[in-house]
C-alpha cells in the first residue's frame, strides 16, 4: 500500500507570490490534516478535511487555504507568500479522524523557502 | 485544554544504554497520549499510544511508554538505545477531535557509538 504522497518536495519562493501543495492520502483513508513546522514554533495544525468538508481550522491568516477533492486527495494554498511561511508542511491522513484514537499517517512534506 | 510538554530539547545517550524521553501532559478527561518520531528530511512515524488499560505501552522498534496518572507524564523509554534511533522524537495529544493534535515542542536524541 502506498504511503502519503506530498508534491513537490521543495519549493522556492519569493515574497508576495502564492503557492499550492499537494497531498494524496493512503488508499481508503478520508480524513486529511496538514500541519506547518518550523524549528522556532514545531508543529502547528492548520486544517483538517473529511469528504470534501473543512471540519476544523488552526489559527492560521485567511492567507492559508485548503480543499479536498472527492477522492481525498487534498492541496492547501498560501497566497501572499511572506518569510515566516518558510517551513516544512506536513500532510496525514487517517481513516476517519473522529475520535482521536487513530495515528496519523504522515507524507514526507513539502520544504518551502520564501526569498 | 489539551497540552503536553517535553522538557528536554536534547538527550544524550550512549549506544546499549538505556533511554528516557520525557513527555507531560495537561489533558482533560482520559488522555489520549501518542509517540512519533521523525527522521532526517522525513515526515513523523507513529511510534506507540496510549489510549486506556495497562499503563505500559508498548510499541514499534522496541520502544515503550509509560503513562503515569498521578505525575501526569508519559515517558518513551527503551532498553538499549542503538544509533538509527537519533532522531526527533514528539509527544502528542488529539485537541478535541478530528485529528487535531497537539505536538509537544519535540526531543532530540542523539545515541553516540
Known amino acids: 500500500k502506498a504511503g502519503v504522497t506530498q508534491t513537490p518536495r521543495y519549493l522556492i519562493k519569493t515574497r508576495g507570490q502564492q503557492v499550492t501543495l499537494s497531498c494524496s492520502p493512503i488508499s481508503g483513508h478520508r480524513s486529511v490534516s496538514w500541519y506547518q513546522q518550523t524549528p522556532g514554533q514545531g508543529l502547528q495544525f492548520l486544517f483538517e478535511?473529511?469528504?470534501?468538508?473543512?471540519?476544523n481550522k488552526g489559527n492560521f491568516p485567511g492567507r492559508f487555504s485548503g480543499r479536498q477533492f472527492s477522492n481525498s486527495r487534498s492541496e492547501m494554498n498560501v497566497s501572499t507568500l511572506e518569510l515566516g511561511d518558510s517551513a516544512l508542511y506536513l500532510c496525514?491522513?487517517?481513516?476517519?479522524?473522529?475520535?482521536?484514537?487513530?495515528?496519523?499517517?504522515f507524507g514526507s512534506g513539502t520544504q518551502l523557502s520564501v526569498l | 485544554a489539551q497540552s503536553v510538554a517535553q522538557p528536554e530539547d536534547q538527550v544524550n545517550v550512549a549506544e546499549g544504554n538505556p533511554l528516557t524521553v520525557k513527555c507531560t501532559y495537561s489533558?482533560?478527561?482520559?488522555?489520549?497520549l501518542f509517540w512519533y518520531v521523525q527522521y532526517p528530511n522525513r515526515g513523523l512515524q507513529f511510534l506507540l499510544k496510549?489510549?486506556?488499560?495497562?499503563?505500559l505501552v508498548k510499541g514499534s522498534y522496541g520502544f515503550e511508554a509509560e503513562f503515569n496518572k498521578s505525575q501526569t507524564s508519559f515517558h518513551l523509554k527503551k532498553p538499549s538505545a542503538l544509533v538509527s534511533d537519533s532522531a526527533l522524537y514528539f509527544c502528542a495529544a488529539p485537541r478535541y477531535n478530528f485529528n487535531k493534535f497537539y505536538f509537544g515542542s519535540g526531543t532530540k536524541l542523539n545515541v553516540k557509538p
Open positions: 478535511y473529511f469528504s470534501e468538508t473543512q471540519r
Open positions: 496525514a491522513s487517517s481513516l476517519e479522524g473522529i475520535s482521536g484514537y487513530e495515528k496519523l499517517f
Open positions: 489533558v482533560s478527561g482520559n488522555p489520549y
Open positions: 496510549y489510549i486506556t488499560g495497562d499503563n
